[in-house]
């Protein structure tokens, strides 16, 4: 068995906390696009998974100065 990580696509910072932090009692990521995938460890793969999420290239994710990798 392992963990199940959720990822979600948002337009911007503000919109992506609210795709967690909900005011209506649904659940998280409720309305987003959401990819679940298992032993992609954001802490490990982050780049692999906005890749895989953005469709941009991994070059294009490092330099992305929004981007914390």
Do not use: W
Request: proline share 6%; net charge negative; hydrophobic share 35%.
């Amino acid at each position: 068995m392992g963990v199940l990580f959720g990822y979600y696509t948002a337009s911007d910072d503000h919109d992506a906390s609210r795709a967690i932090v909900r005011d209506d009692d649904k659940p998280s990521g409720t309305g987003y696009d959401e990819l679940v995938v298992k032993g992609i460890d954001p802490v490990v793969d982050l780049v692999p998974v906005e890749v895989l999420i953005t469709g941009r290239s991994a070059e294009e994710v490092k330099t992305d100065p929004g981007t914390d990798t």
